[in-house]
Protein backbone atom coordinates (compact mmCIF):
# COMPACT_ATOMS: atom_id res chain seq x y z
CA UNK A 1 0.00 0.00 0.00
CA UNK A 2 2.18 2.59 -1.02
CA UNK A 3 0.94 6.07 -2.00
CA UNK A 4 -2.44 5.95 -1.21
CA UNK A 5 -2.92 2.44 -2.95
CA UNK A 6 -1.99 -1.04 -3.82
CA UNK A 7 -3.47 -4.37 -4.83
CA UNK A 8 -5.06 -7.25 -2.34
CA UNK A 9 -5.37 -11.28 -3.64
CA UNK A 10 -8.61 -12.82 -2.10
CA UNK A 11 -9.60 -16.90 -2.51
CA UNK A 12 -12.59 -15.88 -4.43
CA UNK A 13 -11.31 -13.67 -6.94
CA UNK A 14 -8.95 -14.65 -9.54
CA UNK A 15 -5.89 -12.13 -9.95
CA UNK A 16 -5.41 -8.69 -8.31
CA UNK A 17 -7.79 -6.42 -6.73
CA UNK A 18 -6.72 -3.00 -6.69
CA UNK A 19 -7.66 -0.82 -3.69
CA UNK A 20 -6.93 2.78 -3.22
CA UNK A 21 -7.40 6.03 -1.04
CA UNK A 22 -9.49 7.74 -2.64
CA UNK A 23 -12.67 4.98 -3.20
CA UNK A 24 -12.01 4.10 0.60
CA UNK A 25 -11.17 7.50 2.54
CA UNK A 26 -11.41 6.07 5.88
CA UNK A 27 -9.04 3.37 4.84
CA UNK A 28 -5.65 3.86 7.71
CA UNK A 29 -2.66 2.60 6.08
CA UNK A 30 -2.15 -0.61 5.11
CA UNK A 31 0.47 -3.26 5.63
CA UNK A 32 1.16 -6.36 3.50
CA UNK A 33 -0.31 -9.21 5.15
CA UNK A 34 -3.67 -7.34 6.90
CA UNK A 35 -6.69 -8.31 6.23
CA UNK A 36 -9.63 -6.02 4.81
CA UNK A 37 -13.00 -7.18 4.26
CA UNK A 38 -14.52 -5.04 0.80
CA UNK A 39 -17.02 -4.54 -1.44
CA UNK A 40 -15.71 -5.87 -5.59
CA UNK A 41 -16.68 -3.90 -8.72
CA UNK A 42 -15.40 -3.53 -11.65
CA UNK A 43 -14.25 -0.36 -13.62
CA UNK A 44 -15.05 0.55 -16.50
CA UNK A 45 -11.71 -0.62 -17.56
CA UNK A 46 -12.40 -3.98 -16.83
CA UNK A 47 -10.03 -4.25 -13.97
CA UNK A 48 -11.49 -5.37 -10.08
CA UNK A 49 -11.45 -2.66 -7.67
CA UNK A 50 -11.82 -2.69 -3.47
CA UNK A 51 -14.55 -0.34 -2.18
CA UNK A 52 -16.47 0.28 1.26
CA UNK A 53 -13.06 -1.20 2.93
CA UNK A 54 -12.68 -2.14 6.48
CA UNK A 55 -9.46 -3.88 8.19
CA UNK A 56 -10.76 -6.99 9.56
CA UNK A 57 -9.35 -9.75 11.07
CA UNK A 58 -8.22 -12.85 9.86
CA UNK A 59 -10.06 -16.13 9.96
CA UNK A 60 -10.26 -18.28 13.28
CA UNK A 61 -8.52 -21.08 11.22
CA UNK A 62 -5.38 -18.59 10.72
CA UNK A 63 -5.31 -17.60 14.04
CA UNK A 64 -3.92 -20.94 15.63
CA UNK A 65 -4.59 -23.05 12.90
CA UNK A 66 -6.93 -25.68 12.86
CA UNK A 67 -6.84 -29.01 14.66
CA UNK A 68 -6.61 -30.40 18.48
CA UNK A 69 -4.05 -28.33 20.79
CA UNK A 70 -3.27 -28.93 24.14
CA UNK A 71 -3.68 -26.08 27.10
CA UNK A 72 -4.28 -25.11 30.54
CA UNK A 73 -7.77 -23.89 31.97
CA UNK A 74 -6.96 -20.59 33.15
CA UNK A 75 -10.54 -19.44 34.14
CA UNK A 76 -14.26 -21.60 34.56
CA UNK A 77 -16.96 -20.03 35.43
CA UNK A 78 -20.73 -20.31 34.94
CA UNK A 79 -20.78 -22.87 31.83
CA UNK A 80 -17.63 -20.87 30.27
CA UNK A 81 -14.12 -20.10 30.61
CA UNK A 82 -10.54 -19.80 28.91
CA UNK A 83 -7.48 -21.48 27.84
CA UNK A 84 -3.94 -20.81 27.67
CA UNK A 85 -1.45 -22.60 25.63
CA UNK A 86 1.70 -22.59 24.50
CA UNK A 87 0.65 -22.98 20.96
CA UNK A 88 -1.21 -19.53 20.19
CA UNK A 89 -0.77 -15.66 22.05
CA UNK A 90 -3.19 -14.80 24.25
CA UNK A 91 -6.92 -16.75 25.79
CA UNK A 92 -8.98 -18.93 23.90
CA UNK A 93 -12.83 -18.73 24.77
CA UNK A 94 -14.58 -22.05 25.06
CA UNK A 95 -17.64 -23.35 26.49
CA UNK A 96 -20.41 -26.26 27.52
CA UNK A 97 -22.29 -25.20 24.66
CA UNK A 98 -19.61 -25.50 21.68
CA UNK A 99 -17.89 -28.71 23.85
CA UNK A 100 -21.07 -31.41 24.17
CA UNK A 101 -19.09 -34.29 25.47
CA UNK A 102 -17.01 -31.81 28.20
CA UNK A 103 -16.81 -33.96 31.32
CA UNK A 104 -16.56 -31.64 34.56
CA UNK A 105 -14.11 -28.71 34.58
CA UNK A 106 -11.51 -27.40 37.15
CA UNK A 107 -9.27 -24.62 36.91
CA UNK A 108 -5.42 -25.92 36.92
Known sequence: FSQGWGFLV??????????????NPLLPDLVEGQYVSFVLSVEPNGKRAAG???????????????????????????????????????????????NKDLGPVEKD
Do not use: H, M
Request: glycine content about 18%; proline content about 3%.
Open 52 to 98: EAEVSIPPASELAGTGRYAGVVKSWKGGWGLIVSESFAGDLFFGEKG
Open 10 to 23: CEQVEGDVFIGKKD
